[in-house]
């Protein structure tokens, strides 16, 4: 498992800076007036191009080291589980920073849409409520709050005679 | 803590050892040692019920409730 989240990682990582430079690139590009043909990038003429390379750039600036802070939680959970201890009070606290680190990549990626929908005002963009993703960090946080009540009511046990 | 262990003074009292109570109680000596120096958050009632067997005493020689005015010093001396 913890292989996994370790590939995740670098996977997030690597096509991360790829992208991440790939746009920024396109960005660049797209203002010089350089042809983006050999990049295979196309961007509208209009302001809906500039508007997605832009929240792709920003998207990928945010998101990357998101999933890279999630995934290094993970990986110090699931270390406390290979050493046969997982109810340790430190988990509790990892689960709120992934709680809070995918309610922060939300709340970006919302600012981000809604500032490239007052620049470019003909531009596409819309605001999607993922409730999923909301849902998720509900549980997270309940998830965390569970744990946390979990190992107060184990170490209570443990200096219990 | 408001309820104190006064488990030092019966084991002097009775001439025991805490390793010897351990054995005869059942309970490791690490916790019982937790138990004596007042770090346990919780006792058993089994656990007290078999110390107070073995010592022969009462609950209320092992554990003394503390309400800080004094008074558990008349008690304890009592």
């Known amino acids: 498992m913890s292989v996994l989240v370790t590939i995740v990682m670098w996977f997030a990582a690597i096509t991360g800076v790829i992208f991440i430079s790939y746009t920024a690139y396109g960005l660049f590009a797209y203002f010089s007036g350089i042809p983006l043909d050999s990049l295979n990038i196309e961007v509208a003429e209009d302001n809906n191009g500039v508007a997605k390379l832009i929240s792709g750039l920003l998207g990928g600036i945010v998101a990357i080291p998101g999933i890279i802070y999630v995934c290094v939680q993970l990986r110090r959970i699931l270390s406390t589980l290979a050493k046969g201890d997982p109810f340790v009070p430190e988990n509790a606290g990892r689960l709120t920073r992934i709680a809070m680190a995918i309610l922060v990549m939300q709340v970006l990626k919302y600012v981000v849409v809604v500032c490239l929908g007052m620049i470019f005002s003909d531009a596409e963009v819309t605001l999607r409520l993922d409730l999923i993703t909301w849902a998720s960090v509900a549980a997270l946080f309940i998830l965390a709050q569970v744990f946390r009540e979990g190992t107060r009511l184990r170490d209570e046990e443990k200096m219990t005679i | ?78």
């Open chain 2, 1 to 78: 803590m408001s309820i104190r262990v006064t488990l030092d003074r019966v084991l002097m009292d009775r001439r025991m050892s805490l390793t010897e109570l351990s054995e005869r109680v059942g309970v490791t000596l690490a916790n019982l040692s937790i138990l004596k120096t007042g770090k346990a958050k919780a006792i058993r009632f089994s656990t007290l019920e078999a110390l107070c067997r073995e010592l022969e005493c009462q609950p209320g020689d092992i554990l003394i409730y503390d309400n800080g005015s004094g008074d558990t010093k008349m008690i304890a001396a009592e």
